[in-house]
Structure formats: C-alpha cells, structure tokens
Nanobody, 119 residues
Framework: QVQLVESGGGLVQPGGSLRLSCVAS????????MGWYRQAPGKQRELVAV???????NYADSVKGRFTISRDNAKNTVYLQMNSLKPEDTAVYYC?????????????WGQGTQVTVSS
C-alpha cells in the first residue's frame, strides 16, 4: 500500500512564507514525477508545480518566481517552498506522485494540507 502524507500548511500573512513537505511511503519501487496541486473553494484543482525524477521543473504562471519545488529522492519526499504569499494562494494543497509500486503503476494523491494567506 502506498501513502502520500503532506505537512507544513497553516495560516500566514501576505508576503510571508511556508514550506510544504510530502512523504511517499509503502511498497514503492520507483517514483517518477512528483507535484503539487491546489484547490480553492469553488474552483477546480490546478497544477502548481511539478518535478521529474531528473529534477526538471515546471510551474504555473501564477507562482513563477515565488514558489520553488524540490525533491529528495532518497527520502521519497517532495517540497514546495512558497515565498511572497498572496491571499489568492489560499487553497488546499495536494501532493501527487506518479510512481510504480510492487502491484501497479499510477498516480497517488495525498490528503491535502490547508494554506491560508490572510492578515
């Protein structure tokens, strides 16, 4: 069984920073791309950032220059450093991983962590 567990969300003032973490555990053979998505109330889930196993990254235009995605392959962990946060960044942030387990290959999701940017 595979699990993705996020941490690091919370309440922060505009202009502040947060660092999200997501650890993948279980019967994992390989992890390919890992990414962060977010969903604000009343909106569709959207891609925030993605990183391949080789370290190539891609960001949503709305977060370029403010957010940085990174990963530690040895720890099966992906991070999202979020700086210069804005109220419009408020959302539930979900971790996603394209990985191969002992049984199958597919996409797994974490349970989500709330990020609220407000004064």
């Amino acid at each position: 069984q595979v699990q993705l567990v996020e941490s690091g969300g919370g309440l922060v003032q505009p202009g502040g920073s947060l660092r999200l973490s997501c650890v993948a555990s279980g019967s994992i053979l390989s992890i390919y791309a890992m990414g962060w998505y977010r969903q604000a109330p009343g909106k569709q889930r959207e891609l925030v950032a993605v990183i391949t196993s080789g370290g190539n990254t891609n960001y949503a235009d709305s977060v370029k220059g403010r957010f940085t995605i990174s990963r530690d392959n040895a720890k099966n962990t992906v991070y999202l450093q979020m700086n210069s946060l804005k109220p419009e960044d408020t959302a539930v942030y979900y971790c996603n991983a394209d990985l191969r387990s002992v049984n199958t290959r597919g996409y797994w999701w974490g349970q989500g962590t709330q990020v609220t940017v407000s004064s």
